[in-house]
């Protein structure tokens, strides 16, 4: 795994995240409580002065691990964040996971709709899916959420806006750039705190963090952010290995974005 210069990655995200706030009348970011979004948060304080400027939304279908309800609770108290919890329905799905496939979208737009964001903040990373790497730093979606990933705008920074349908949003992805062990360095050199579950307990840990329905820990005795880093140096298995395999085949999960799925 290609590690990259984090002050690079850091400057370029820092400087998405100002485009976005400055462009868009009302942003809001998506929050997972996994390292990646948790790091898209603390990127956030750091480039707007020790404060997260927009909302956080947790699309919460009541299912996830208790260590991550935890760590929501301590973590948004502690960094101030304006949390918006918006409940997901959990029914029969037949484009992915009833609990994480088209479910958490039909929420997703109820609150933007209900809050009217005009832009949200996603940290998906162009490693972690082929589907994700056809993605822009800024991409527009329509108003149905719909996303047309074989018309992808230039990355021409003043000409978002004016690609935005009416009643549509734009999504933003500052960690485009991004991979895996880059988040863990950075992790590491910024001291954020990240989830219980990604430390080994009893030889097992969790990789990737979804609800407790479709997440599988996998077999590791790494206990900290330095274990965890020199694990991945050496690993051949893909980071999204433990998540539900219906939705993460090629064709489900382009299907799934394309109808708004992060």
């Known amino acids: 795994m290609i590690k990259q210069d984090l002050t690079v990655l850091e400057e370029r995200s820092i400087f998405v995240l100002r485009e976005a706030k400055q462009k868009f009348g009302k ?7 996994g390292k990646d979004s948790t790091t898209m948060l ?3 304080r750091k480039a707007f002065l020790g404060k997260v400027p927009f909302p956080v939304i947790h699309i919460d279908n009541s299912i996830d691990f208790p260590e991550t309800y935890e760590f929501r609770q301590d973590l948004a108290k502690k960094w101030n964040l304006d949390l918006i919890v918006a409940p997901s329905e959990i029914k029969p799905d ?6 994480c496939g088209k479910n958490k979208p039909e929420t997703l737009k109820k609150v ?5 964001f005009d832009a949200l903040i996603v940290s998906i990373r162009r490693d972690e899916h082929g589907i994700r790497a056809k993605e822009r730093y800024m991409s527009p979606r329509d108003k149905k959420f ?5 018309d992808q705008p230039a990355e021409l920074w003043d000409d978002y806006s004016s690609k935005l349908d009416v009643g549509g949003h734009v ?32 030889g097992y840990r969790y990789r ?10 996998i077999k590791s005795n790494a206990r900290t952010v330095e274990n965890i880093i020199s694990e991945l140096e050496t ?22 974005r394309s109808l708004g799925y992060m």
């Open 171 to 202: 999504r933003v992805h500052p960690l485009l750039d991004w991979n895996e062990i880059d988040i863990w360095n950075y992790v590491k050199r910024e001291r954020i705190p990240v989830n219980p579950l990604y430390f080994s307990r009893n």
């Open 42 to 44: 603390a990127l956030a």
């Open 27 to 33: 942003v809001a970011a998506l929050w997972s409580m």
């Open 235 to 256: 690993t051949k298995i893909e980071e999204r290995s433990g998540r539900s395999m219906d939705k993460e085949r090629e064709y489900v999960m382009q299907r799934l």
């Open 94 to 99: 037949l484009v992915g996971s009833a609990c």
């Open 146 to 150: 719909r996303w047309n990933y074989k």
């Open 112 to 116: 933007m709709d209900e809050y009217g």
């Open 208 to 217: 990737s963090l979804g609800c407790t329905h479709c997440t599988i820990h």
